[in-house]
C-alpha cells in the first residue's frame, strides 16, 4: 500500500462526496446558466436520442462550456425536488434533481442539441440521504428502467419520514414549467415534480480548493511527521521539550498540563472533550503556551463559531488577542487593519513594555518560592499526622498523665500548626501574583516579537497589511507569495482558520507551522483536514465521539469501488471508512500509546442536574461534576407536560405556544431581578425549530432578541454553543412514535440536553411509558426523578469528624461528611448561605488522617471552593481558635459562643 494510494482514495471519497453541493438549489443559477425544458421530455423517456434546445441559449451556453471546462460540468436533471429541507442543520430551499446526466451539446448546421454522455443517469444520493434519513439504501441491482420510473421513485419515498407531494411525477414525461416550480417552492410540503432541466454547475470554491492542494500534496511525494503518524507509514515519534505550564496565567488540570506536553512533544496527539469541560481554553492554553516558546500555531475548525470562541479564550485568558490571526472574520480583520496600521505608524516602542526576559527571571525566582513554601505547608501537614496519631494513641490508653506530659512538651509545636494556615494563605497569595506576572511575560514577549517585525521585517509587514487591505483574493494571494513567513508567524504565532478557506488564508509550505489544532473534529472530514496537516510539524486533535459527527452523502457502494480501485481495504493503516468516520475517528485509530491521549474531565459548564444523565449514560461517570453543591441537588431541570398534538407537517403548535410563554416569563423575571440570562431554544426536528423561530420574531422585539441572545435552531446548530437557560420542544406526540426513532441517535440527543448552564425545561406532548425501554427520551425523562438520590454522603463518620460537626452545626453552619466534589471526597463540607468550605482533616487515625496534596487543593480552587486543613493536635489545644479560623473563611461573624 502507498500513500499515494491513501491520499488518492480520501480525496476521490470527498470529490465524490461534494461534486453535488451546487445541485442543491438549481434554481439559483443564472438564467444564462440553466433552462427549463419545454413540453415532453422524450429523452428521458428514451423516445428520443437527443433534444434541441433554443438557438439564443445554446450559442451562449456553448462558449461557456469550452471556456469553463475544468471549472464547471453542463448536466441534464431531472425528477426534481422543490421545497424546503434541513441539510446539515440549516433550513434550505431546495430545487434538485433525483438524476442527473453530464450533458454534451451537439450542432446541426444552425440548430443545437444536447444528448447524454452516459445513458445511466447518476442519482443524487446527497438528497435521498436527506429525504430517507433512517434507511436511504436503494435495492440492489436496481434495472435501467426501474431508476427511469417516475412510479418507482413515488413508491420508494412513500416510506420517507418526511411529509412530501409525490403525485405530480407520475405526469412524467409531461413536464411543469418555471410557473409550477415558483408556486411549488412557496408551498409548506416539498414536492417531487415533472421537471426537466439543463444547468452549467459550478463545484464549491472551497472543495476545489482541497481537491487541488490534495493534488499538489500527492505530487509532491511528502508526508509531514502528523501525516506519517495518521496514515501509519511512520512510528509517532516523540520529543522531550522543556514545557513552560508555570508561564501560563490560571489554575491547569493535570490532564490539561498531559495535553499541553503531548502536544509540544508527539508529532500525533488527542484530546477527548466532553460537553462544558474546557475544550477552548486547553486549545488557547496549547497555544500560549507554544507561544511562550517562540513556537507557531495553526487552529482550524469546520465553523467559525468554534474559532470565535478560541480566540475570545486567548484575548480575555491570556491578552494574545491582537498577534492570534482571525482569518475570515470581518470584524477580526477591521481590528487587525488599525492594529498594524498603528504599528507601521511607530505606536508600539519597546518602552512601552517591560523585557520578556527580566519577566521570566522573575517568574522563574517565584516559582521556586512557591515550590519552597508548598514543601513547608506538606511538612506542617505529615507533623500534624504524627503528633496527631500520637496524641489519639495517648487518649486510647487513658492515661491522663502521660498526655499532660506530652502536651507539656509538644503543645508549643501544636499550637504552631496553626501556622500552616499562614503557610496556605503564602501559597494562595503567590499564585495570583504569579498569574499576573505570567500575564505580564506573555505580553512582554509578544510586544517584543512585534517590535523586532518592524524593525527588521517590514517589508513582510506592509505586505500582510495590503494582503488583508485588498479588494480581490487574486490581489491578496499575489501579496502572501511576497510574505517571508518565518518573520510574520514569530510576531503572529497563532491563526485561527476554518477549513473551507484555509487554502485562501495561507500557502501550501510543508510543515510551516509547530503546531496544528483541530477543534470540534467529529464534524471534519478526513480529505478537507489533510492539507491542514500537511502544514504542520505536529498535530492534536480535538474532540467528543459522543457529539455529532461529520455528514456525507457519499454512497457505500461508490466508497467501496473507490477503495478497490486502489487496492485498499479497510483494516489497512490509515484506511477507514470516508463516509462513516471524522479525522478524529482516524487519529484515534492511528494512535499507538495512551501516552498519545488525555481526557478532558472537569465539567464547568452545567449545573449537576443538568449533566448527570449525559455523563451516566454516555461518558461512564468519568466526569467530575465541579459545580456539584448540595444546594444543587434538583431544581435546574423541568418537565413542562403539554396537550399537544404534533400536525402533518411536524409542528407541535401547543408546544410552541409554551416555549414562548416559558421565554416571556423569563424576560419578566430577569426584568424584575436585574439579571440577565442567555436563552436557547433546540427542537431535534427541523420544522418545530423553524415555527418557534417565526413565533419567537413575532413575539419580541429585536433588542430583546438581541439583549437575551435569544437563538433556536436544532441540535447541528447549537454544536459548540450554549446558554444559562435551554428550552427543548421534543414536538412529538403518542401518534408519532416513527418520528420518536430519530431521537434515539446518540450524538443528535447528546448535544441536545447539554447546551444549558444553569435552567433546562422540558416540553413534551408524549407518553413516554409508550417508547420502547432502550428509547433515550424515557431513560432521559426517568433519570431526572432519580437524581437526588445520587447526592450520597458517608456513612464511616469518625469521632473527630462527628465532634467538629457538631461543634459547626451548634453555630448555624451546615455540614456534610465524606461529601463528594470534582471526584473526589471532602473530609467535611460546610455551608453558610451560598458560601462553602471544604475541611481536610488532618491526624486522627481512620480514613480520614491524610491530608490533601496541593494538586487537590488546586482542584477545588477550579472548582470555586477554598480548602482549609484542621489537624486533631489543634483542635484538641485550642478548638476556639480552629472553629474562628472557619468562621473567617466563611464570612461569619465571630462569636463568642463558638466555643
Not at 199 to 220: M, P, Y
Amino acid at each position: 500500500m502507498s500513500q499515494e494510494n491513501t491520499l488518492s482514495y480520501y480525496k476521490d471519497c470527498y470529490k465524490q462526496d461534494c461534486a453535488d453541493l451546487n445541485l442543491w438549489n438549481i434554481n439559483k443559477l443564472k438564467k444564462e446558466d440553466r433552462l427549463v425544458l419545454q413540453g415532453k421530455d422524450e429523452l428521458g423517456s428514451g423516445f428520443l436520442p437527443r433534444l434541441p434546445i433554443p438557438l439564443e441559449f445554446a450559442e451562449q451556453i456553448a462558449k461557456r462550456v469550452e471556456m469553463y471546462q475544468r471549472e464547471r460540468v453542463l448536466i441534464y436533471a431531472r425528477f426534481i425536488i422543490v421545497g424546503k429541507l434541513e441539510i446539515k442543520g440549516e433550513v434550505k430551499q431546495v430545487v434538485s434533481p433525483i438524476l442527473f446526466n453530464e450533458a454534451v451539446l451537439e450542432q446541426d448546421d444552425d440548430n443545437y442539441y444536447f444528448s447524454v454522455a452516459e445513458q445511466a443517469p447518476e442519482i443524487n444520493e446527497s438528497l435521498l440521504q436527506v429525504l430517507m434519513p433512517e434507511e436511504n439504501n436503494l435495492p440492489d441491482q436496481l434495472t435501467h428502467t426501474e431508476i427511469n420510473s417516475p412510479s418507482f421513485w413515488t413508491s420508494w419515498l412513500k416510506n420517507s419520514p418526511l411529509e412530501l407531494n409525490l403525485l405530480d411525477l407520475l405526469n412524467y414525461p409531461e413536464l411543469v414549467q418555471s410557473e409550477e416550480i415558483s408556486k411549488a417552492l412557496r408551498k409548506k410540503v416539498p414536492s417531487l415534480l415533472p421537471a426537466s432541466m439543463l444547468a452549467f454547475i459550478e463545484r464549491s470554491t472551497s472543495s476545489r480548493g482541497v481537491l487541488h492542494e490534495l493534488d499538489e500534496i500527492i505530487k509532491s511525494n511528502h508526508l509531514s511527521p502528523p501525516l506519517s503518524g495518521l496514515f501509519g507509514t511512520e512510528q509517532i515519534t516523540s520529543a522531550n521539550s522543556e514545557l513552560k505550564y508555570d508561564y501560563l496565567p490560571g489554575l491547569l488540570s493535570t490532564p490539561q498540563k498531559k495535553l499541553i506536553s503531548i502536544a509540544a512533544n508527539a508529532s500525533l496527539g488527542c484530546a477527548s472533550g466532553p460537553p462544558g469541560t474546557g475544550k477552548s481554553y486547553t486549545i488557547a492554553a496549547m497555544a500560549a503556551e507554544h507561544m511562550s516558546r517562540g513556537q507557531s500555531v495553526l487552529i482550524v475548525a469546520h465553523t467559525d463559531a468554534a474559532l470565535d470562541v478560541i480566540a475570545s479564550k486567548l484575548e480575555d485568558n491570556f491578552n494574545l488577542g491582537e498577534i492570534s490571526i482571525r482569518a475570515g472574520q470581518k470584524e477580526f480583520l477591521r481590528k487587525l487593519k488599525t492594529y498594524i496600521a498603528d504599528l507601521l505608524a511607530g505606536y508600539l516602542t519597546e518602552g512601552q513594555s517591560p523585557d520578556p526576559k527580566l519577566c521570566e527571571s522573575e517568574l522563574q525566582k517565584l516559582n521556586h518560592i512557591l515550590t519552597q513554601l508548598e514543601k513547608r505547608f506538606t511538612k506542617f501537614c505529615q507533623k500534624a499526622i504524627v503528633r496527631g496519631q500520637k496524641l489519639k494513641s495517648l487518649e486510647d490508653r487513658q492515661s491522663k498523665w502521660v498526655r499532660r506530659i506530652y502536651l507539656a512538651l509538644v503543645g508549643r509545636g501544636i499550637q504552631q500548626l496553626s501556622h500552616q494556615w499562614t503557610a496556605l494563605n503564602e501559597v494562595n497569595t503567590r499564585h495570583l501574583e504569579r498569574e499576573k506576572l505570567a500575564s505580564n511575560y506573555l505580553s512582554a514577549l509578544k510586544n517584543k516579537n512585534l517590535t523586532t517585525l518592524v524593525k527588521n521585517q517590514r517589508s513582510s509587514l506592509q505586505a500582510f497589511n495590503q494582503a488583508i487591505r485588498s479588494r480581490t483574493s487574486k490581489r491578496q494571494f499575489e501579496l502572501f507569495d511576497n510574505i517571508e513567513y518565518s518573520a510574520l508567524l514569530s510576531a503572529f504565532p497563532v491563526w485561527l482558520v476554518s477549513l473551507n478557506t484555509l487554502h485562501r488564508v495561507l500557502p501550501l509550505n510543508a510543515e510551516m507551522f509547530d503546531l496544528l489544532i483541530i477543534d470540534e473534529a467529529t464534524q471534519c472530514n478526513i480529505t478537507s483536514c489533510i492539507p491542514a496537516f500537511y502544514r504542520a510539524k505536529r498535530a492534536m486533535v480535538v474532540g467528543d465521539t459522543k457529539q455529532l459527527k461529520h455528514y456525507s452523502f457519499l454512497a457505500k457502494s461508490k466508497e467501496a469501488k473507490i477503495m478497490s480501485q486502489y487496492d485498499l481495504s479497510a483494516d489497512a493503516k490509515g484506511v477507514v471508512s470516508y463516509r462513516d468516520n471524522s479525522i478524529l475517528d482516524l487519529t484515534l485509530n492511528a494512535l499507538t500509546s495512551n501516552e498519545q491521549l488525555a481526557l478532558l474531565d472537569e465539567h464547568f459548564r452545567s449545573k449537576p442536574e443538568l449533566i448527570h444523565f449525559s455523563n451516566n449514560r454516555f461518558y461512564q461517570n468519568k466526569l467530575k461534576i465541579m459545580q456539584h453543591r448540595p444546594c444543587t441537588s434538583s431544581g435546574h431541570l423541568f418537565v413542562e407536560r403539554v396537550n399537544g398534538e404534533r400536525d402533518k407537517v411536524g409542528i407541535n403548535h401547543e408546544e410552541a405556544t409554551q416555549v414562548i410563554e416559558a421565554i416571556k416569563t423569563q424576560i419578566k423575571d430577569d426584568q424584575m431581578s436585574g439579571i440577565c440570562h442567555s436563552i436557547g431554544v433546540i427542537s431535534p426536528f427541523r420544522h418545530q425549530a423553524e415555527h418557534i423561530a417565526k413565533e419567537v420574531e413575532l413575539n419580541f422585539t429585536e433588542s430583546e432578541i438581541a439583549h437575551h441572545n435569544i437563538r433556536v435552531s436544532t441540535p447541528f446548530g447549537f454544536q459548540g454553543e450554549e446558554r444559562d437557560i435551554m428550552l427543548i420542544s421534543f414536538s412529538i406526540d403518542d401518534q408519532a412514535k416513527r418520528a420518536a426513532v430519530y431521537l434515539n441517535k446518540e450524538d443528535v440527543f447528546n448535544v441536545t440536553i447539554t447546551r444549558a448552564r444553569q435552567k433546562q425545561i422540558l416540553f413534551v406532548s408524549i407518553n413516554e411509558a409508550e417508547l420502547p425501554e432502550h428509547n433515550l427520551l424515557r431513560r432521559y425523562l426517568a433519570s431526572i426523578s432519580e437524581f437526588e438520590a445520587s447526592h450520597a454522603i458517608t456513612s464511616e463518620i469518625t469521632e473527630f469528624q462527628q465532634n467538629v460537626m457538631s461543634s459547626l452545626n451548634e453555630i448555624g453552619i451546615q455540614t456534610w461528611p465524606g461529601y463528594t466534589i470534582a471526584g473526589t471526597e471532602i473530609d467535611i463540607l460546610c455551608r453558610v448561605e451560598h458560601r462553602y468550605l471544604a475541611i481536610d482533616l488532618i491526624g486522627y487515625p481512620g480514613p480520614w488522617q491524610d491530608f490533601f496534596e496541593l494538586n487537590t487543593y488546586k482542584l477545588f480552587k477550579r472548582a470555586g471552593i477554598d480548602v482549609l486543613p484542621i489537624s486533631y493536635g489543634l483542635w484538641k489545644i485550642d478548638k476556639a481558635i480552629c472553629i474562628e479560623k472557619i468562621q473567617s473563611k466563611l464570612g461569619v461573624t465571630i462569636s463568642s459562643t463558638s466555643v
